[in-house]
Structure formats: C-alpha cells, structure tokens
C-alpha cells in the first residue's frame, strides 16, 4: 500500500502559477503509475495529469496542456504538478492517485490509492 499526502494549495489571481506536491509512504514509490484529478463544486472529479513510473512519459487533459507539468522525484517520493496562467475554470480540490499499474489511464476505477486532496482557487 502507499499512503498520499498532498499540499500546495491555495488561492491565487487568474495568470499566477502554484506548485502542488504529493508525498507517498509505504510502498515504494517508484512502482506507481501517477496521476492528478481534480473536482470543482458541483462537478464530477476529472483528470488532469498522468506520469509514468519512471518520468520517462506524461499525458494532460487538452485544457491544461501547455499551462500544467507534472513530474516526479522518485528519490523524494514526490508527486508534484506545476500550474501556470492559471484560470478561474482550473478552481477545484486537486486530488493525487496511484495506480499498480505500467499504463497511464485516466478513469477513476484505474487508481487504487488517492490522497484526500488540496484546494486551488484562482480568482479573476
């Protein structure tokens, strides 16, 4: 098992940038497909972001290609996604999730671990 924390969050104005971070114990890291997710009010929780086990591979929702990266740090057991030119629309609660698996899916079923999440609000 793997255990998921992330932090980062918070509230900043449409254009500014913000560095989320998801820290895993447990199992080791390096064996997780990982992903980001995010909800808004009212809204079903969707994808945002994948990454292979080693970095070596990414895949991001068409809306927040160009604008988010997410990378990993394996010796850190570190998640992270930077988010630039932010948007009022990326306002959610950004979730991290592991997947015992080599491909990057992005459903919801496809994870088995997830941490309990960090807000974002962009203003405009």
């Known amino acids: 098992q793997v255990q998921l924390e992330e932090s980062g969050g918070g509230s900043v104005q449409a254009g500014g940038s913000l560095r989320l971070s998801c820290a895993a114990s447990?199992?080791?890291?390096?064996?997780?497909?990982m992903s980001w997710f995010r909800q808004a009010p009212g809204k079903e929780r969707e994808f945002v972001a994948a990454?292979?086990?080693?970095?070596?591979?990414?895949y991001y929702k068409d809306s927040v290609k160009g604008r988010f990266t997410i990378s990993r740090d394996n010796a850190k057991n570190t998640l992270y996604l930077q988010m630039n030119s932010l948007k009022p629309e990326d306002t959610a609660v950004y979730y991290c999730?592991?997947?015992?698996?080599?491909?990057?899916?992005?459903?919801?079923?496809?994870?088995?671990?997830w941490g309990q999440g960090t807000q974002v609000t962009v203003s405009s």
């Open positions: 447990g199992r080791t890291f390096s064996t997780y497909t």
């Open positions: 999730a592991a997947r015992d698996g080599l491909v990057m899916v992005t459903t919801i079923p496809g994870y088995d671990y």
């Open positions: 990454i292979t086990r080693t970095g070596g591979s990414t």
